[in-house]
């Protein structure tokens, strides 16, 4: 019967939220399998919320299944006095989305790799999303146990193993990162300075470099004269022996001395310091433990000064070395030392995260996220709504970055589409309740001060997904997470028995809620729509709407795949639109960006927000744009975000500002739904030539500009060469040397290639990376695929028996338009 001792209660928490230093705000995150719940253990452990041996095994932040498992838990340490606020999520890559939503309101990311199977194409993704947000990373090397047992490497061949990783996580960090110039400064992982730890979070063992320093210290200094020494000359001797413990240093034994050289005076090849002094002990432990030599392990467990408990000491093989290496090393201390030493706290975290603001930057608000002020305006994101055990009802969950939020507080609770001044999206209400969310648990709380996090009860109603909520008059919203993926699969869904139809709806507002990432549209046709991630995303939300949303039996469609529409080239002429009453007329030409400007507006890097002269240096740096044709961009689309540009290059009309709206929606709308067959347009660059309007305002109105914006817009796509554009996923399969050639043949025949094979390092294993289109990636398997690129569809879509004519026809079909790509003459008028 195994007692439990919990550390801390919820009463202790209010008194160490005030301590703001001493808050850490962090996610985990890590490839699909790569063990993040019993890494999750160690800590949840040392919190003393579950028994320390059951650590490992209880997988704590398992709620639910992967797909679903979002969660964020407090974990308080009396002694220490840190209050961490750690957030799990899921691991495969159809959940990105939900990844995102944990970055938003962290600022350390605990980066978990499995050092067998490396760095995997979901890492990669989620730590370049870390970096570009400025948060912090810490990286953990877990299954170590399996080097150890199943692949039985060398203590050379292991230090490759994780030289490499580190290696491979440092490239990604360089690429995204900013530098030592940027905000954080130089946020590279190195083992040395103890950003880095190995272990096994299945057998509850970990430790840093900073550990065996600390050990190595004790050892050589009671060697000498001087045993007891001052705290800052230990301090500086353990920051020595770390730089000695990594890298091409390596430790003569006869000598006890440190070398730079492979190979001593005599010639003899000296072991590397980490294979030597870190490596070399566990693998004797694991040697005499595994082989039942129980004199050796005996003597190694009295050597190493491990205290085991009585019932511990009967045990043999691997529960033996269990509770051996979780005596010696366990995991929760080094851990703790790396999110508490290493990750930042609120109050260096926002000095460069409030850029998260997006009003002034000397304005109230601002200056309290800045400097994490608890005395400043309420100012909170709301990242995510988590789901409560009354159905249909969520607490909105998120982070308070400035002030202080309490129960029974009057807020105004800002959505996306908020404008200052303006009372769209804008609700002002009380806070119903504060709470604490602790794993499977939540505690009521009177108030929460800024850096930390906290759920709200009430103020579902109000939000869709995301929003702010402020005290402040005059508060701009935060901005908006960008995903790593987008919502490229589709499938219809319909109640099979119609008279459950207003259930159905209903419950599609609540997975919308519910899911960062999803989709639920209702076309022209009536149709339900759901657009998620990846089949395996969509597959978990039909369950969901079906199990806990809706509560119906459902049917559904076939999974189809969203496209877009782009131009091949300049347009041919410049197109014609007359209004409705035929006095005013618009003229416009169409051309395609150049290579990379799409993917620079998706990533953030030129938008609408940016200052002019910045967005005009920019584009006239990178594409050679002339630097007066930026200031003239009226617009971005759709969705006053989206790749497509519409550029006024007009000289000497009048009246133009008084339809600039007009034709800003006008190309909202044709830029949201193409002409080919109502699909996002991507990559487009429409240029205003010239306009003729009446001169009495009321005729050209909205009613009469709006249309004709889209007529025009329409025809000088038409005249442009449209094309179809599809999502591209970037695959990565791990499989032994001799299936390789079978798998170079997978993706040629869907349309896809290999573009690149390596060995994963220390294993038999090779990885093969391809591109995939998503349409192409149905079947029995779920592979980890990360969306990578769009692609212009091979083919004209006004050749029968090409692809994009097929894709068009199907579309057409199922939208319920008619059938054909509508002819020119629609749009294009005479003079």
């Given amino acids: 019967m195994l007692s439990l001792k919990v550390n801390f209660t919820v009463g202790q928490i209010p008194a160490i939220m005030d301590k703001k230093s001493n808050i850490r705000n962090m996610s985990v995150i890590a490839h699909v399998d790569h063990g993040k719940p019993t890494l999750t253990d160690s800590l949840v452990c040392k919190a003393g919320i579950i028994a320390s041996a059951r650590a490992g095994e209880t997988r704590f932040a398992d709620t639910q299944k992967d797909t679903e498992k979002w969660l964020a838990q407090s974990l308080c340490r009396d002694g220490s006095g840190f209050l961490i606020n750690l957030i799990d999520s899921p691991g495969h890559v159809d959940f990105s989305s939900e990844v995102t939503a944990a970055l938003c309101v962290t600022d350390g990311a605990f980066v978990v790799v499995d050092c067998v199977s490396g760095v995997c194409v979901q890492t990669e993704t989620v730590l370049q999303q870390a970096i570009v947000e400025h948060i912090q990373p810490v990286?953990?090397?877990?299954?170590?146990?399996?080097?150890?047992?199943?692949?039985?490497?060398?203590?050379?061949?292991?230090?490759?193993?994780?030289?490499?990783?580190?290696?491979?996580?440092?490239?990604?960090?360089?690429?995204?990162?900013?530098?030592?110039?940027?905000?954080?400064?130089?946020?590279?992982?190195?083992?040395?300075?103890?950003?880095?730890?190995?272990?096994?979070?299945?057998?509850?063992?970990?430790?840093?470099?900073?550990?065996?320093?600390?050990?190595?210290?004790?050892?050589?200094?009671?060697?000498?004269?001087?045993?007891?020494?001052?705290?800052?000359?230990?301090?500086k001797k353990v920051e020595d022996m770390m730089k000695k413990l990594w890298s091409d240093k390596y430790f003569d034994p006869a000598t006890s001395k440190f070398s730079k050289s492979a190979t001593n005076p005599d010639g003899k090849k000296l072991p590397r310091t980490f294979c030597q002094l870190v490596l070399d002990p566990i693998f004797k432990i694991f040697d005499a433990i595994m082989n039942f030599k129980k004199e050796k392990a005996?003597?190694?467990?009295?050597?190493?000064?491990?205290?085991?408990?009585?019932?511990?000491?009967?045990?043999?093989?691997?529960?033996?070395?269990?509770?051996?290496?979780?005596?010696?090393?366990?995991?929760?201390?080094?851990?703790?030392?790396?999110?508490?030493?290493?990750?930042?706290?609120?109050?260096?975290?926002?000095?460069?995260?409030?850029?998260?603001?997006?009003?002034?930057?000397?304005?109230?608000?601002?200056?309290?996220?800045?400097?994490?002020?608890?005395?400043?305006?309420?100012?909170?994101?709301?990242?995510?709504?988590?789901?409560?055990?009354?159905?249909?009802?969520?607490?909105?969950?998120?982070?308070?970055?400035?002030?202080?939020?309490?129960?029974?507080?009057?807020?105004?609770?800002?959505?996306?589409?908020?404008?200052?001044?303006?009372?769209?999206?804008?609700?002002?209400?009380?806070?119903?309740?504060?709470?604490?969310?602790?794993?499977?648990?939540?505690?009521?709380?009177?108030?929460?001060?800024?850096?930390?996090?906290?759920?709200?009860?009430?103020?579902?109603?109000?939000?869709?997904?995301?929003?702010?909520?402020?005290?402040?008059?005059?508060?701009?919203?935060?901005?908006?997470?960008?995903?790593?993926?987008?919502?490229?699969?589709?499938?219809?869904?319909?109640?099979?028995?119609?008279?459950?139809?207003?259930?159905?709806?209903?419950?599609?507002?609540?997975?919308?809620?519910?899911?960062?990432?999803?989709?639920?549209?209702?076309?022209?046709?009536?149709?339900?729509?759901?657009?998620?991630?990846?089949?395996?995303?969509?597959?978990?939300?039909?369950?969901?709407?079906?199990?806990?949303?809706?509560?119906?039996?459902?049917?559904?469609?076939?999974?189809?795949?969203?496209?877009?529409?782009?131009?091949?080239?300049?347009?041919?002429?410049?197109?014609?639109?007359?209004?409705?009453?035929?006095?005013?007329?618009?003229?416009?030409?169409?051309?395609?960006?150049?290579?990379?400007?799409?993917?620079?507006?998706?990533?953030?890097?030129?938008?609408?927000?940016?200052?002019?002269?910045?967005?005009?240096?920019?584009?006239?740096?990178?594409?050679?744009?002339?630097?007066?044709?930026?200031?003239?961009?009226?617009?971005?689309?759709?969705?006053?975000?989206?790749?497509?540009?519409?550029?006024?290059?007009?000289?000497?009309?009048?009246?133009?500002n008084e339809i600039k709206d007009s034709v800003v929606a006008g190309f909202q709308w044709a830029t949201k739904e193409g002409v080919l067959c109502e699909e996002n347009m991507r990559g487009v660059h429409f240029d205003i030539h010239d306009v003729t309007l009446h001169a009495d305002a009321i005729h050209h109105g909205g009613g009469q500009i709006i249309p004709t914006a889209r007529r025009v817009l329409y025809a000088s796509t038409l005249t442009a060469q449209p094309r179809l554009m599809e999502h591209i996923y970037l695959v990565e399969i791990q499989c032994p040397e001799q299936v390789v050639g079978g798998i170079y043949s997978v993706p040629n025949r869907k349309r896809g290639h290999v573009f690149e094979e390596s060995q994963v390092a220390g294993t038999p294993m090779f990885a093969v990376k391809a591109y995939l289109p998503v349409n192409e990636s149905f079947g029995k398997m779920m592979l980890p695929f990360v969306f990578d690129h769009w692609q212009v569809l091979p083919g004209d879509p006004y050749d029968a028996n090409s692809r994009p004519w097929q894709v068009v026809a199907e579309t057409h079909k199922r939208k319920g338009l008619k059938e054909g790509i509508p002819p020119l003459d629609n749009f294009l008028d005479k003079l």
């Avoid at 900013?178 to 103890?194: A, F, L, S, Y």
Wanted: charged content about 25%.
């Fill in 139 to 235: 990286l953990m090397m877990n299954k170590t146990d399996r080097a150890l047992l199943e692949l039985q490497l060398e203590p050379e061949e292991l230090y490759q193993t994780f030289q490499c990783i580190v290696e491979n996580v440092n490239v990604v960090i360089s690429t995204y990162g900013e530098g030592e110039t940027g905000p954080m400064g130089n946020i590279m992982i190195d083992p040395v300075i103890g950003t880095v730890g190995f272990g096994s979070g299945l057998h509850g063992w970990a430790f840093t470099l900073k550990q065996f320093a600390e050990m190595y210290v004790t050892r050589f200094a009671a060697k000498g004269e001087k045993v007891k020494l001052p705290p800052a000359e230990r301090s």
């Fill in 298 to 656: 005996a003597k190694l467990i009295e050597k190493l000064d491990i205290k085991l408990d009585i019932e511990d000491r009967d045990k043999e093989g691997k529960t033996l070395l269990k509770a051996v290496m979780r005596r010696w090393l366990p995991a929760g201390d080094a851990l703790l030392q790396m999110i508490t030493i290493h990750l930042p706290s609120p109050v260096t975290a926002q000095k460069y995260r409030c850029e998260l603001y997006e009003g002034p930057p000397d304005d109230e608000a601002a200056i309290g996220v800045k400097t994490c002020d608890p005395k400043g305006p309420l100012m909170m994101y709301i990242s995510k709504m988590v789901p409560t055990p009354d159905k249909g009802r969520f607490y909105a969950f998120g982070r308070v970055f400035s002030g202080i939020v309490s129960t029974g507080q009057k807020v105004r609770i800002m959505g996306p589409n908020y404008t200052p001044g303006k009372k769209e999206d804008l609700y002002l209400k009380p806070i119903q309740r504060t709470i604490l969310m602790m794993g499977r648990y939540v505690e009521p709380i009177e108030d929460v001060p800024c850096g930390n996090i906290v759920g709200l009860v009430g103020v579902d109603q109000f939000l869709v997904k995301t929003g702010s909520i402020t005290t402040f008059e005059h508060a701009h919203n935060m901005r908006v997470m960008k995903f790593s993926v987008s919502p490229v699969v589709r499938v219809a869904v319909e109640a099979k028995n119609p008279a459950d139809l207003p259930k159905l709806v209903e419950g599609l507002k609540h997975l919308s809620k519910s899911d960062p990432m999803v989709q639920c549209i209702i076309e022209e046709a009536g149709e339900h729509i759901i657009a998620g991630a990846g089949e395996l995303h969509l597959e978990i939300c039909l369950k969901d709407l079906e199990e806990d949303h809706a509560c119906i039996p459902i049917k559904k469609s076939d999974p189809v795949v969203s496209y877009c529409e782009t131009v091949g080239e300049e347009s041919s002429q410049v197109c014609l639109s007359k209004s409705p009453n035929k006095h005013n007329r618009l003229y416009v030409k169409a051309r395609p960006f150049p290579d990379g400007l799409a993917e620079d507006i998706d990533k953030g890097e030129v938008s609408s927000h940016q200052e002019l002269k910045q967005r005009a240096r920019y584009l006239a740096e990178k594409y050679e744009w002339d630097v007066s044709e930026p200031r003239k961009i009226w617009c971005f689309g759709p969705d006053d975000t989206g790749p497509n540009i519409l550029v006024d290059i007009t000289k000497g009309v009048q009246y133009l």
